[in-house]
């Protein structure tokens, strides 16, 4: 086998049936685990009906398409993306709306109808663009039938344009168009235009380029693919996508909620999203760094806000690259948009930035705290946040199962105040940031949150946390038995210090991705 | 407002004339009832027995209520209702069934409208019901929109929970619309662009219709896929258009709130604009049954009551400052989830009133309902249910019951009866909603 071939893994059932074919036998054998079914996302349906109308920008319609409800792994997991009747409407009204008026911008549509004088060639190219693959045979026929049908069911008096409309207004409701669909045999390598379209999906959130579809027959090669990932993850077009991810599981969104019942209170809402996001540009795209830098970094971005909670001095009003000290600051977990969302008003809470580490950076699921909840004492002169956690949570306490998890981790954090400011003391008393916590099956001791950022930055069960997190995002779907090969792999090159993009080539290069199942 | 038949044609091909949504066609009712249910988070303060709180929230003694009863008893929330009293059952001592590896406001969320067990995976705050809610199946019996409940939400997205109510079924949970224009939009219907729209609209959906089946044949989906595409199956048609409309103020109003539905401050003025839909679409006729989910699964919502700034109620119903069972004590946590119960009630009379305006209080069941029971001990006891309306005749308004320790699924039996949802032949009154385990039969006191 040439290198880079196929690699598929070899698979018991044996599918003979076309997915064309009408009604095969009912066979419970023939049932698959994995999905092979991807509606768009808003973000991708946005790009993509860009693309079948030709038009400059994104049409903005999705801003009033119906929501999905909460999913068990990202937002793009396909197991919630459903189009329900709320939904088939919306894509309905957004179809005729769209149709209609394309055709009636003159400019416009003169562009679309290029090549419409001859119904099959016009409707095999739009077609292309439309279901990101050539259409079948049978879909040709189709096509022409629909396009013919124009001026009938539109009545313009313009034969030509009412047939363009009604072959916009029908594509974009099918669900060729509206899904990603894998059809291939278990075992199988994905067709080319199936890759095509997933790895740009994934990485752009766009349909295909020019490129990939070019080379659309030489992607079952993996050697083909992974040039292609790398092309497209040193592109502009994937920062927003791949960015997501890691928004998604640093809460971000969550930080534009942030308040806070003190006077600093609308500066900082807007300004740790920023932080934020531009040191994850940086991170991933403008100087590549590994999910080692991410979490022990020194450098940030701040603007006088900032610069007043980190104790520096930053030279104007915008925001601006500076280096933190490596005593006190290393990476997201100590910059201000962590530390404030996972607080109190002013005080830490231990608590919630413990459970964080266990659940976004460990992948450890906790059970929901006990439902009777009781305070943990008033805050008082001589007694520590520290202190009154522990007598609450600790050791001998109705809380003890779970927080001698939890409250390690978040200790580390109590230099941090509620908004993520240094500080020694804590009601009167010397903090104490000192902390054990089990990692890779091993007690490790820290001082801090600068030590327990580098160990846990050390730590395989971190890095192999975040591979599954890349799995599942790339796959848009949980994370499934068979994937344990793909993310112990990450894991291993992430652990070795690859860079975070490196890591989402071999997750998109991989067999799980590559594969049918 | 005349209720306007618009019933156009079935976009359906061949294929898909078996599908359930299609049987509420033939189902006429001469007086049709509107079910809407305003579901508040995070218990009420009617006294935790573990902090030795009172009773704030009901009225002393169950009996008749009039506006005196209710009036005369200023310290407790139900007073706020008191110029309503002629059309409420207040109801306590319903109980939730089922407890769990699901989260407190995950199930008690999850069964509030299904009587079904939450399931245990997935499990706590992901854990779904695994029954039909009874919005969805007033809804669905009689076809209205095409079977489906008004779904609607006012809260922040990505959060810990997010909408817990309704059901299509077993594990299928309802997208709700956070965004009252795009609710209305959709409501509104496709533009009329020109004479042949509906025409071409027919022809298009059987195109889709006949590429999902399609798809749907290709054996090799895995279930979840063909579950998908099911669904999608089913929702493409064409909808029924609202014929009335909101005036031009209102829709202005609406429109300028438009993506700003999520944010903190919004909640409340939200919800309002969520219940003038609601009470416009029962008015024309164009659905029966509706939800509005006040806040995410466990709100969190900072509400602002007389110009102050409330801290997270869900911490306040904890009467501590975490969303867990560990943090500073929070003073006056008490009083201030009282005040929070009462503007509840305030919000739920807006519901009311639009519901009067338009002449439907006779015809209505408002049900004010609540995930929990006390916020502090997540207790699925004595969840409160507060009806409104006359339930076309058949509720015997204007009570206090307290029924002790009762499956609250009786209930959604009750409602479901007297919205007109009969067994599958037609005529006898449905007989038992919820999990097979619970009780079947109505709770008589409830009914004329």
């Not at chain 2, 439907?360 to 001990?377: F, R």
Request: glycine share 8%; proline share 5%.
């Amino acid at each position: 086998m040439a290198p880079g071939l196929v690699e598929c893994a070899a698979v018991t059932l044996l599918l003979a049936l076309a997915c064309n074919s009408p009604s095969p036998p009912e066979d419970d054998a023939l049932d698959v685990d994995e999905p092979r079914l991807y509606r768009l996302t808003h973000a991708q349906w946005e790009y993509s009906a860009q693309s079948v109308l030709l038009l400059d920008q994104r049409p903005g319609n999705s801003d009033g398409f119906l929501g999905s409800t909460l999913s068990l792994a990202f937002d793009n997991d396909t197991e919630v993306l459903l189009v329900d009747a709320m939904l088939a409407q919306d894509y309905q009204r957004a179809a005729e709306m769209l149709a209609h008026e394309v055709v009636r911008n003159e400019e416009l549509y003169i562009e679309l109808a290029i090549g419409s004088d001859d119904p099959e060639k016009w409707v095999k190219k739009v077609g292309k663009r439309a279901f990101r693959r050539p259409l079948r045979d049978s879909e040709v026929e189709l096509w022409v039938d629909v396009f013919e049908r124009g001026p009938e069911l539109v009545g313009s008096g313009r034969n030509q344009r009412d047939s363009v409309q009604l072959v916009l207004q029908a594509m974009l409701q099918s669900p060729y168009f509206l899904y990603r669909v894998e059809t291939g045999k278990p075992g199988e390598p994905l067709d080319g235009w199936e890759m095509a379209e997933k790895l740009s999906y994934t990485l752009w959130d766009r349909p295909p380029d020019a490129e990939l579809r070019d080379d659309a027959d030489r992607l079952t090669n993996k050697a083909v693919l992974r040039e292609h990932a790398e092309r497209m993850l040193a592109d502009d077009k994937a920062r927003v996508p791949v960015r997501r991810l890691y928004e998604e599981i640093w809460r971000l969104e969550d930080y534009v909620h942030i308040a806070k019942d003190t006077e600093w209170d609308e500066g900082l809402v807007v300004h740790t999203d920023t932080e934020s996001k531009l040191f994850m540009d940086n991170v991933l795209f403008d100087e590549p760094g590994s999910l080692h830098t991410l979490l022990t970094a020194t450098h940030t971005w701040a603007n006088p806000d900032l610069a007043e909670i980190y104790e520096i001095e930053v030279s104007g009003d915008d925001f601006e690259r500076v280096t933190l000290d490596a005593e006190t600051r290393a990476g997201l977990l100590t910059q201000t948009g962590f530390l404030s969302l996972m607080a109190e008003d002013e005080q830490s809470n231990p608590i919630r930035r413990g459970g964080f580490v266990i659940d976004r950076l460990l992948c450890i699921e906790l059970p929901p705290p006990p439902d009777e909840t009781t305070g943990v004492g008033p805050m008082a002169e001589g007694l520590s946040n520290r202190e009154r956690v522990e007598r609450h949570t600790g050791a001998g306490t109705c809380g003890e199962g779970c927080h001698t998890l939890i409250n390690p981790a978040g200790y580390a954090f109590e230099h941090y105040d509620g908004f993520g400011g240094w500080r020694d003391i804590d009601y009167g008393v010397e903090i104490d940031a000192t902390g054990t916590f089990t990692l890779d099956g091993v007690a490790v001791s820290y001082d801090g949150a600068v030590e327990f950022a580098n160990l846990l930055a050390e730590s395989r069960q971190v890095h192999a946390c975040h591979a599954r997190q890349i799995v599942e995002y790339t796959h848009a779907r949980e994370e499934m038995d068979e994937d344990e090969t793909v993310i112990e792999r990450i894991a291993d090159a992430s652990l070795e210090g690859a860079t975070l993009l490196d890591l989402w080539v071999e997750a998109v290069t991989a067999e799980s991705f590559r594969c049918n199942r | 407002m005349q209720p306007l038949t618009r019933r156009g044609f079935l976009a359906a091909g061949g294929a898909c004339l078996t599908l359930p949504w299609l049987e509420g066609l033939s189902r006429a009712q001469d007086a049709p009832v509107y079910t809407v249910f305003m579901r508040q988070a995070n218990g009420v303060t009617q006294g935790d027995g573990a902090l030795g709180e009172e009773d704030r929230f009901w009225p002393a003694t169950p009996g008749p209520l009039d506006y005196a009863t209710l009036a005369d008893q200023p310290d407790q929330v139900l007073s706020e209702l008191a110029e309503w009293a002629s059309w409420m059952i207040a109801i306590k001592g319903l109980d939730y069934g089922f407890t769990g590896p699901f989260c407190g406001h995950s199930g008690g969320g999850n069964q509030c409208l299904t009587g079904s067990r939450p399931s245990d995976l997935p499990s706590v705050n992901f854990s779904l019901a695994l029954g039909e809610s009874v919005d969805n199946r007033i809804a669905r019996y009689f076809d209205q929109n095409g079977g489906e409940p008004l779904t609607l939400y006012t809260g922040p997205r990505r959060n810990f929970l997010e909408e817990v109510l309704s059901y299509r079924g077993p594990y299928d949970r309802r997208a709700a619309e956070d965004d009252p224009w795009n609710a209305y939009q959709r409501m509104l219907g496709p533009v009329d662009l020109d004479a042949l729209v509906l025409e071409r609209r027919q022809s298009v959906n059987d195109l889709v219709l006949e590429q999902l089946n399609d798809l749907k044949n290709c054996k090799r989906l895995s279930t979840d896929d063909q579950r998908r595409l099911d669904l999608h199956f089913q929702s493409v048609r064409d909808f029924e258009v609202l014929a009335c409309r909101l005036n031009d103020d209102e829709e202005q109003a609406m429109a300028l709130l438009s993506g700003q539905g999520i944010l903190n401050d919004n909640r409340i003025t939200v919800a309002k604009m969520h219940m003038d839909l609601i009470a416009l679409s029962f008015a024309c006729d164009h659905s029966r049954a509706a939800t509005l989910q006040l806040g995410d699964g466990n709100d969190g919502t900072m509400y602002t009551i007389d110009g102050e700034l409330y801290p997270n109620f869900h911490w306040l119903s904890h009467r501590i400052t975490t969303d867990g069972d560990a943090g500073d004590v929070i003073y006056g946590a008490e009083d201030m989830h009282h005040e929070i119960d009462r503007l509840m009630a305030r919000t739920f009379i807006h519901l009311l009133e639009r519901l009067d305006e338009h002449g439907l209080m006779e015809q209505s069941i408002a049900v004010w309902c609540n995930d929990l029971g006390n916020g502090v001990s997540h207790s699925y006891e004595s969840v409160p249910f507060i009806l409104m309306g006359g339930g076309g005749g058949k509720l015997k308004t204007g009570q206090f019951l307290d029924y002790g320790s009762t499956p609250h699924n009786q209930l959604l039996t009750t409602i479901a009866q007297v919205a007109g949802v009969t067994e599958d032949d037609g005529e006898t009154p449905l007989e038992h909603f919820g999990h097979e385990d619970l009780p079947s039969g109505v709770l008589d006191e409830v009914l004329v």
